[in-house]
């Protein structure tokens, strides 16, 4: 039998018979105007992927970052790709009108856009005149579509720029993370992957992603009414019942997280933003670059704790201060450090000082794995038992015995809003001893090697050691100590 290429249908080619089927059960049933449409979006993606002169071609990164990082993989550029394809798969999944029905459930502003990802695919770049290229393109697919306004923000990996969609006018923030080194894609990748499944009113929100080999640009809803603390301050008021309302928004976000199976590991302060300025703001949890599946509270609140399985999470990685002990002691542990940093943010909140504070290192590790804090000095005297007990249930160095979100949202002192303690100003005190925090330092070199996170390696190498020793000689069991580095569990 002859086939030919030019036969029409029906006939004996099996090409042209697909056609015919494809015509005549699909093409035919599909309106003209969605075809408008989608070949309008792939005009549009084309000259957003293809076309171009250069923008943004800063090299990005802060200095004196002062954050433990997990080690870096060794997997290399395929872990973002590989976020962002699962990114993409969701996206696809997602209608919009199952995301509208989400956004009108928690209140979000509404977004332009469904999460979508623009990705650029590598191999079109050439080892010399990647940087160039790519530069090109990022221009013509993020400048056509948002205009960049200013830079707001710097992290250890990203810059975050505020911005404004074209058509809409709407504000939005873009965080452009550097994704050349391993550190830096491994921090994209862990945020991307929690990102993409989040929604809720009290969690950032991802609108879109534009993926190049360097550099991976999220698109967040923006945050413009500032950081917890700073909010505090500039109140000229604040009471136990203001805390409460605070820790209530951070509770909810958190208790959403770890109901998804989601270890956040760097909460603190700055990473708490209010929506807007107005004092009816939604305060939002942020940055998870350091956040993490694994470790969810029923696994916690079970007790094994006799394996990896139940606590699953081995990496060290956070902020010193808000470091949960068990993290320090390179122990297996789980959502629980989330609830330890909560209740590091609970006691700074009500007092402008840290619970945990030396200019060693070593020494503060010593004191947060001794679980040792004291409520002395104002404005403790003014405040609440109650207050202090809620700071106590989330500070025991027995992880199982911490309080998790959904109890902590349940404490008498959370949900009555503070009602029976007193209604004292505590303001004044409170930003006296941040002011006086915040000047001790500046007076010490961020860039110092205490601060560095390699010296922040050795206190932890001395910590573990000399704890060590302590359950040796008191002939404690002692959880795993798995040594710092490549054969660390990355999780
Ligand atoms: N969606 C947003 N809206 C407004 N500001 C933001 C937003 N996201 C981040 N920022 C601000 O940008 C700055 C950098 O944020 P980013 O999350 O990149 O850094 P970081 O992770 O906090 O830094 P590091 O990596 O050192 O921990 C912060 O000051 C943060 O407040």
């Not at 404490?411 to 005190?429: C, D, E, F, I």
Request: aromatic share 6%; hydrophobic share 35%; with cysteine.
């Amino acid at each position: 039998m002859v086939r030919s290429n030019t036969c029409r249908p029906p006939c004996c080619c099996g090409r042209s018979l697909l056609f015919a089927h494809l015509k005549q059960h699909l093409l035919e049933r599909i309106p003209a105007a969605v075809w408008t449409l989608l070949i309008s979006e792939l005009h549009s993606a084309y000259r957003r992927c293809f076309l171009s002169p250069a923008w943004l071609d800063h090299r990005v990164m802060g200095c004196g970052n002062t954050k433990v990082l997990p080690e870096a993989s060794k997997k290399g550029y395929v872990s973002v790709v590989q976020s962002l394809v699962a990114f993409s798969k969701a996206h696809v999944m997602m209608s919009r009108t199952s995301m509208q029905r989400r956004e009108e459930l928690h209140g979000f502003p509404p977004v332009l856009k469904i999460s979508n990802l623009h990705q650029t695919d590598s191999s079109r770049y050439s080892e010399r005149d990647d940087s160039r290229t790519e530069s090109q393109s990022i221009r013509t697919s993020l400048i056509h579509v948002y205009d960049i306004k200013a830079l707001i923000g710097r992290g250890s990996f990203s810059r975050v720029v505020r911005v404004e969609h074209r058509a809409t006018r709407q504000p939005f923030a873009i965080k452009m993370m550097e994704v050349e080194g391993p550190e830096g894609r491994e921090v994209c990748a862990s945020e991307l992957a929690v990102l993409q499944r989040v929604s809720h009113s009290h969690v950032i929100q991802l609108i879109e992603v534009f993926q190049f080999p360097q550099r991976v640009y999220m698109v967040l809803e923006l945050a413009t009414g500032g950081e917890l603390l700073d909010r505090v301050v500039s109140r000229g008021h604040f009471t136990e019942r203001d805390a409460t309302q605070a820790l209530r928004m951070v509770l909810a976000g958190v208790a959403y997280l770890h109901n998804l199976g989601i270890t956040h590991r760097d909460l603190k302060p700055e990473n708490l933003l209010y929506y807007h300025p107005g004092a009816d703001s939604r305060l939002l949890v942020t940055d998870f670059g350091l956040a993490t599946f694994g470790g969810t509270w029923s696994e916690v609140s079970s007790g094994d704790h006799s394996g990896a399985e139940t606590w699953s999470l081995r990496t060290t990685c956070g902020t010193p201060e808000y470091m949960a002990p068990e993290v320090l002691l390179s122990r297996p542990y789980s959502c629980a450090v989330d609830m330890w940093a909560l209740g590091v943010i609970a006691y700074i909140v009500l007092s402008g000082s840290m619970p945990f504070e030396d200019d060693s290192r070593t020494r503060l590790y010593r004191s947060i794995v001794r679980g040792k804090y004291s409520f002395h000095g104002d404005p403790w005297p003014s405040v609440s038992n109650l207050a202090k007990d809620f700071i106590h249930r989330l500070l025991p160095l027995d992880p199982a015995s911490r309080l998790s979100a959904d109890q902590a949202l349940r404490h008498p002192w959370v949900s009555t809003m503070a009602a029976s303690s007193s209604m004292k100003n505590l303001h004044r005190s409170i930003s006296q001893n941040l002011r006086q925090r915040a000047s001790r330092s500046s007076s010490r070199c961020p860039s110092s090697n205490e601060s560095s996170a390699d010296s922040t390696n050795v206190g932890l190498g001395k910590l573990i050691s000399l704890e060590g020793n302590q359950e040796q000689q008191q002939g404690r069991a002692s959880g795993p100590h798995p040594a710092r580095g490549a054969s660390t569990p990355s999780n």
